[in-house]
């Protein structure tokens, strides 16, 4: 069974840093990874998709990391906004049946000071 | 275009009572996904269809909770008898095959 690991639980960094938040996973036959952000109270929005080939993505500055055989990932967050404080999740597909069934990590609170 | 909607956004029913909860996926998508989050904790994979044919529901806690999708797009997720153990916020997605998941705003079910 796929395990998700997110480290750190919460983080919190002054404005202006760059920052690293790191996703695990058990088993490394997966499909793709994506990392969401979520807003408390709000719904899930995607930020990046990883497919099982690639290595990175990047979206303005995020940039999302992957290390299929030492089961990692990382999300690169440069020059930190307060606008940037919410829930990071990463969440590993694996694939049945043409679907993708996502395993979600506990998630990365993030707080940006001003 | 429109994104994933949800309905109702909040529930409280009083134990023993059964609930539908509803999602309309993105137009056109093929896949939808069903999830379940408990506070603080990530979502939790319950099951999921592609067109009307459920593939996986590997996920559901028991056989109180079932789910369909009779024309492809509408789907309702059904919990019959609820416990308050079910208190939660149900989510659902939809995508593509095998592509980026996009998630609806959740029903906050509440049981009493």
């Known amino acids: 069974k796929q395990e998700v690991t997110q480290i750190p639980a919460a983080l919190s960094v002054p404005e202006g840093e760059n920052l690293v938040l790191n996703c695990s996973f058990t088993?490394?036959?997966?499909?793709?990874l994506q990392w969401f952000r979520q807003d408390p109270g709000k719904g899930l929005t995607s930020l990046l998709l990883?497919?099982?080939?690639?290595r990175e993505q990047t979206s303005g500055r995020l940039n999302a990391s992957l290390d299929k055989s030492s089961g990692r990932s990382t999300l690169y967050i440069a020059a930190s906004q307060p606008g940037d404080s919410a829930t990071y999740l990463c969440?590993?597909?694996?694939?049945?049946?043409?679907?993708?069934?996502?395993?979600f990590g506990g998630g990365t609170r993030l707080m940006v000071k001003p | 275009g429109a994104g994933v909607s949800q309905s109702p956004r909040y529930k409280v029913t009083k134990r023993g009572q059964d609930v539908a909860l509803r999602c309309d996926p993105i137009?056109?998508?093929?896949?939808l996904y069903w999830y379940r989050q408990a506070l603080g904790q990530g979502p939790e994979f319950l099951t999921y269809?592609?067109?009307?044919?459920?593939?996986?529901k590997s996920g559901l806690p028991n056989d109180r909770f079932s789910a369909e999708r009779p024309e492809g797009s509408i789907s309702t997720l059904t919990i019959q008898r609820t416990e308050q153990r079910d208190s939660a916020m149900y989510r659902c997605?939809?995508?593509?095959?095998?592509?980026?998941?996009?998630f609806g705003p959740g029903t906050r079910l509440t049981v009493t």
């Open positions: 997605a939809s995508s593509p095959p095998g592509r980026e998941q996009y």
């Open positions: 969440a590993v597909g694996a694939s049945n049946n043409a679907g993708n069934m996502l395993t």
């Open positions: 137009s056109g998508h093929v896949s």
């Open positions: 269809f592609n067109y009307e044919a459920q593939q996986d």
């Open positions: 990883i497919q099982s080939s690639q």
């Open positions: 088993d490394s036959a997966i499909y793709n």
